[in-house]
């Protein structure tokens, strides 16, 4: 039932035979790899492409590039960093760890994995191929709302728009793919209760992109048509709504930004009890935690619409339940604190970017709760308030969770040790390139810049600069961290099976590096 | 895998109240008695189900909002035989033709497990014929309305420009849905007829395919409340 | 500035008591009060000099104008908002303390050289209700105000004076519906300072034309909507951000007590130049609100005496050419460049020589009155003929007809536009 491409191919040159053993190959490990790989190179093209925005809004008036391409530049940072960074590497995770968590040979639907990964180097081909298209790449932010994107959207829109259906058919069967693992591949004794919690909110996690997914899939297909066979879904001189684009795209929205921080959540829960020597704190207060985030994101879609003219009882609806969301995060940040709480810490890479994650994720759920009170919303909306809330949710939230998991479990995968004293000096300066970065936004925003604006007046002048240069150093510092994966893959000093001493979990039980074909027979756990 | 599922079936119960719940879920892995294929249908359906409600809510919210009259849909997809027009008969005639399917489609899953091979393929013959009589009703109702009252994506000589879109957008997406079912039926039919199942004696496909089949239905059910009867 | 806020918290009180509004239970407004004399307080001014001083040091120039946080604003609301936004940061800031600090004392305390041996422990229901319980109760103590505030936010009723904005790319239109007075507002920061040729004025990217003007210590409605795609009107003193919707109409209202110049932008997305649409509002006493609309009549009569006047005569070359250049570089040089080339295929060149197969302005004179007049529906290119006078929309044809080296000869009068319209 379980295919793998182990069976020895004919005799072939060694490049094709290394090409179609990448291509063509079903197992877990492997497809882990590959997203990613993908994911850190697109994490580097959409980085670079802030840079390049970055650069021109270091002082006021234009200097490097036009209006137009600006606008270019951050409609494909947004869509590249969402569907192409954060989204494949959670997967990638995923696929390394899931079945190696719960004692699993592989995913429950190899073929499809291998099928779900080769779609999106196409996806995003046809989205970058834009940018060289006449008209130009997507100018209309990664909201794509309607009719900026409809009616003025230039005619790589198309593109844009197929792109996104390719990366949702990937995104759904990746979620079916794991869902069906976790129901069906668990070990005898890996109660849904017992399992860890990476694995409990990537299952939470598949569930929210089975039910986000289509909706962006169908409202991207009405745009689609409006744009070529005459509907006017989203067009208000044929009778059209252009709201009815934002209420489906948010409905989609919303769960998408905790598809994108869930997988984080478990990632944190995973590294601080192995640092701290100690069991998790409330382990079942976090998976009921996580569910309730997954529950009320799909009815909170309304508070990025507050300006759009709600009725009053919708803003109060959206206001209220928006605010609750604060209380099962909130379970979640006191959690990982009281795992701290009267342990044994020693701080290594993966323990830092855990600790990085939690302050300033909680940064980020503060100036959220702000965000949700609808009168004060009113004044940050659309401002670099909100540019800098969810940059302090998301690079905390999506990448450090990500850079901390492959820390953590680097040694597993390659069998090497990294470089500890590279691993925290690529901590420390991500940490302050990080701040230096976004935490002016948050002054510019209250002082009143608007977001997506390619000059600016005279007063943000400063912080600007600030800001620009804290981008600077927070992208250079990335290619630090591919140095170290790079050497960590080519040697190093030999990592124990256990790699952590008080690492617990089945995937430490197998040997360092982890072994093509995990678990042969299943492991009992108790 | 799979080598398991026979001798936790005979333990296999319903969960009764909450108690058999929580059991359930504090189980291992056998918590969900359902083979991956199957998980896999109902998860693609509920997937599904995401797209057919965006859809549907944008369709309502368009008609609620807009301020021209919207066509009478019982005038517009009337159909006289000769004599006055009939309002709905061809939908109603559709609609009776796909819910029957649903019913040869349940019989055949029934023969399935009871490892009749001529008699499941054949229900599946039958339930996929039922599925192209109503795919080509539809082409017909398509042809009708395009040629013969000139509705259009964008406008129609009606009402409402987005009577069109809605209307096409949606149909067109559930005759896709029944066209693929058709096609996959079919596919199943042969297999099951050549006997590809024998060996392992397991016809769960059948079922499976039942799944989708019993889904596409249920939409057209809520299809025809939203669109052709309000 | 505290006296202020205390005095018309005070106003608000008694508002509500005497209105008796089912929903504000007294309770609920001592409550609000408490809050607001709390917060107005600790959000002294005094304050935030210290907090951001450090920063000050380093970055002189930096948000000078607007301070570095939300600003109070003129309005009752505005100070409302940013009442509750003090509320909230200094709550955050509060929790913040309280888990950071948590954290910090057991990463200090508790690390392995100092606390070798790690605790067992993994749960406590106590803790674990009493931290969900807690939470949920400040959430319920920051909705209550929000919801006041909300409420009076959203009540548009009783307005003395309505003006309805209309949004186009890039620029807004103001009409007083009362009074039959409309007119565009455009950026009038020149493409110079934009492009760094010459220094940057103190208002850059935030001066107008025609800044809307609206009276103080009178309820004005505003009515927002949208000729082509969204935007979203903005004055952060007023606390009013509305998007503007085409096809649709929103509602939003402001009370302003102090007269002056106020300034804000465009806050949605809304194609190439959005970042170059400001709003200016300059907010007059009651009388010489009204001298400046009985003004605005006046100027409408002249302006329509002087369109005929134009039109009865024959204009020249040399009259039309430098209006046309005005025009032009006002309204049109941002998409076509103010040397004709335009920006690829979405704004074309103007310039004969640079796309002799596609220039509109060397080919006949009734396509290009036709385009500039009416636009291009679903481009950016828009209708000019309402925008513009008989007299503008003929100089900026004369002119691009022949700058640039296109150089046809062509004088188009104002008498053609006019039968044109």
């Keep these: 039932m379980i295919a793998h491409a182990e069976t020895t191919p004919p005799a072939r040159h060694p490049l094709v035979s290394f090409i179609l053993r990448w291509v063509l190959t079903t197992n877990h490990k492997e497809i882990g790899t590959l997203y990613l790989c993908l994911s850190f190179t697109l994490f580097l093209i959409a980085g670079a492409m802030a840079m390049i925005f970055r650069a021109e809004l270091a002082q006021p008036g234009l200097q490097f590039i036009t209006a137009d391409f600006y606008n270019q530049m951050l409609t494909l940072h947004g869509l590249i960093m969402v569907f192409g960074a954060v989204m494949p590497a959670f997967v990638g995770l995923a696929n390394w760890m899931i079945p190696m968590m719960i004692g699993a040979p592989d995913m429950a639907l190899p073929r499809l994995n291998n099928f779900s990964f080769w779609i999106l180097p196409f996806a995003f081909f046809l989205l970058l191929s834009s940018l060289f298209m006449e008209g130009g790449a997507p100018n209309f932010g990664w909201t794509l709302y309607a009719p900026l994107s409809t009616t003025y959207g230039p005619p790589s829109t198309d593109f844009l728009i197929f792109g996104i259906h390719l990366m949702g058919i990937s995104s759904i069967l990746g979620a079916i793919n794991i869902i069906v693992t976790i129901f069906n591949l668990r070990a005898p004794g890996m109660t849904l209760m017992k399992m860890p919690l990476f694995v409990w909110t990537w299952l939470v996690t598949a569930f929210l992109l089975i039910m986000a997914m289509p909706v962006l899939a169908g409202v991207v297909t009405m745009m689609l048509t409006d744009r070529h066979f005459g509907t006017s879904f989203f067009e208000a001189s044929g009778g059209g709504d252009p709201l009815i684009f934002q209420h489906v795209f948010w409905f989609f929205g919303h769960p998408e930004v905790y598809i994108m921080i869930l997988p984080g959540f478990g990632i944190a829960s995973q590294i601080i009890p192995t640092f701290a020597r100690k069991p998790l704190f409330g382990y079942a207060s976090m998976v009921y935690a996580t569910v309730a985030i997954a529950g009320l994101s799909f009815v909170v879609w309304g508070h990025h619409m507050f300006a759009t003219g709600m009725p009053l009882a919708a803003e109060l609806f959206f206001m209220y339940a928006t605010m609750l969301i604060a209380v099962p995060t909130g379970v979640k940040v006191f959690n990982w604190v009281a795992t701290m709480w009267r342990g044994s810490m020693t701080f290594e890479t993966p323990m830092l970017f855990a600790i990085g994650f939690v302050v300033m994720f909680t940064i980020g759920g503060f100036s959220g709760l702000m965000l949700a009170i609808t009168p004060a919303d009113f004044q940050y909306h659309d401002t670099f308030f909100v540019v800098a809330h969810l940059h302090y949710v998301l690079y905390p939230g999506a990448i450090f969770a990500t850079m901390g998991a492959v820390y953590y479990w680097l040694p597993k995968w390659t069998g090497n040790m990294y470089d500890e004293r590279l691993g925290k000096i690529h901590f420390w300066s991500a940490v302050i390139g990080l701040n230096l970065t976004f935490f002016p936004m948050h002054f510019v925003g209250l002082a009143g810049m608007p977001r997506r604006i390619v000059d600016y007046a005279l007063p943000y002048a400063g912080l600007n600069l600030f800001t620009t240069l804290g981008a600077w150093m927070l992208g250079l510092t990335q290619l630090l961290f591919l140095y170290i994966v790079i050497k960590t893959i080519r040697g190093g000093e030999k990592a124990t099976d256990q790699v952590w001493e008080s690492a617990e979990g089945l995937e430490w039980t197998v040997p360092s590096p982890a072994p093509h074909h995990t678990f042969d027979t299943p492991p009992r756990v108790e | ?230 | 500035m505290d006296a202020e806020q205390t005095e018309w918290d005070r106003e608000k009180v008694q508002a509500a008591v005497c209105s008796d509004a089912g929903l504000m239970t007294s309770q609920i407004v001592i409550l609000k009060t408490l809050v607001a004399r709390g917060m107005s307080s600790l959000a002294g001014n005094r304050r935030k000099g210290w907090l951001i001083a450090p920063v000050w040091w380093i970055f002189p120039n930096g948000a000078s104008a607007q301070g570095w946080d939300m600003r109070a604003g003129v309005t009752e609301m505005s100070q409302q908002v940013q009442m509750l936004h003090h509320v909230s940061l200094w709550i955050c800031t509060g929790v913040g303390i309280v888990v950071f600090g948590a954290m910090f004392y057991t990463i200090f305390a508790h690390r392995r050289s100092k606390h070798p041996e790690p605790a067992t422990f993994h749960e406590n229901t106590k803790i674990e209700v009493l931290w969900t319980l807690i939470p949920t109760l400040i959430l319920v103590g920051m909705a209550v105000p929000a919801t006041l505030t909300l409420r009076d936010i959203e009540d548009n009723s009783d307005a003395d004076l309505t003006v309805l904005i209309t949004g186009s790319q890039w620029k807004w239109h103001y009409q007083y519906t009362e009074a039959d007075i409309g007119f565009y507002s455009n950026m009038t920061t020149p493409l110079e300072q934009i492009n760094n040729i010459e220094p940057k004025g103190e208002n850059y990217l935030m001066e107008v034309d025609n800044p809307l003007v609206i009276p103080t210590n009178l309820k004005v409605r505003f009515l927002m909507s949208s000729d082509d795609v969204i935007h979203s009107w903005w004055v952060p003193d007023f606390a009013v951000k509305q998007d503007a919707i085409p096809g649709f109409i929103n509602e939003a209202w402001t009370r302003v007590d102090v007269p002056g110049i106020y300034r804000g932008q465009c806050t949605e997305l809304c194609g190439m130049n959005h970042a170059f649409m400001p709003i200016v509002v300059e907010v007059l006493p009651e009388d010489e609100f009204l001298a400046w609309i009985e003004d605005q009549r006046i100027a409408n009569e002249l302006a329509g005496d002087a369109a005929v006047a134009a039109r009865s005569r024959e204009w020249t070359m040399a009259e039309l050419m430098p209006m046309g250049e005005d025009v032009f570089l006002t309204h049109c040089a941002t998409c076509h460049q103010p040397d004709g080339a335009g920006q690829g295929i979405k704004y074309p060149a103007l310039a004969a020589a640079l796309d002799p197969a596609r220039v509109i302005s060397t080919g006949p004179i009734e396509a290009h009155l036709d385009r500039v007049m009416n636009g291009l529906s679903e481009t950016e290119m828009q209708a000019w003929a309402p925008q513009l006078s008989d007299v503008e929309l003929a100089a900026v044809i004369t002119y691009e007809r022949n700058a640039w080296g296109n150089n046809t000869g062509d004088i188009v009068q104002p008498l053609t536009v006019y039968e044109a319209r």
């Design chain 2, 1 to 230: 895998m799979g080598s398991n599922s026979s001798e936790s079936g005979a333990t296999f119960a319903l969960p009764e109240g909450f108690q058999d719940f929580t059991r359930d879920w504090s189980a291992d892995k056998q918590t969900f008695q359902v083979p991956w294929g199957k998980a896999m249908m109902w998860i693609f359906l509920l997937s599904d189900t995401f797209i057919f409600a965006c859809f549907l809510t944008s369709y309502m919210n368009v008609r609620m909002s807009t301020r021209v009259p919207w066509p009478n849909p019982s005038e517009v997809f009337a159909l006289s035989f000769g004599g006055d027009p009939i309002p709905l008969i061809l939908i109603a005639i559709m609609t009776f033709i796909l819910i029957t399917s649903s019913g040869t489609m349940a019989l055949a899953v029934n023969y399935g497990y009871r490892q009749d091979r001529a008699k499941t393929a054949a229900l599946m013959f039958i339930t996929a014929a039922f599925g192209a009589t109503f795919v080509g009703m539809q082409a017909f109702e398509w042809v009708k309305l395009i040629v013969e009252e000139g509705v259009r994506p964008w406008g129609n000589p009606m009402g409402a420009a987005q009577f069109g879109s809605s209307f096409f957008m949606i149909t067109g997406f559930h005759g896709a849905h029944v066209s693929i079912g058709v096609i996959y039926l079919s596919v199943v039919a042969l297999k099951v007829l050549k006997g590809d199942y024998e060996a392992s004696g397991n016809y769960e496909i059948v079922e499976i395919t039942g799944l989708y089949w019993h889904f596409v239905d249920l939409v057209w059910v809520f299809i025809f409340a939203f669109f052709y009867l309000w």
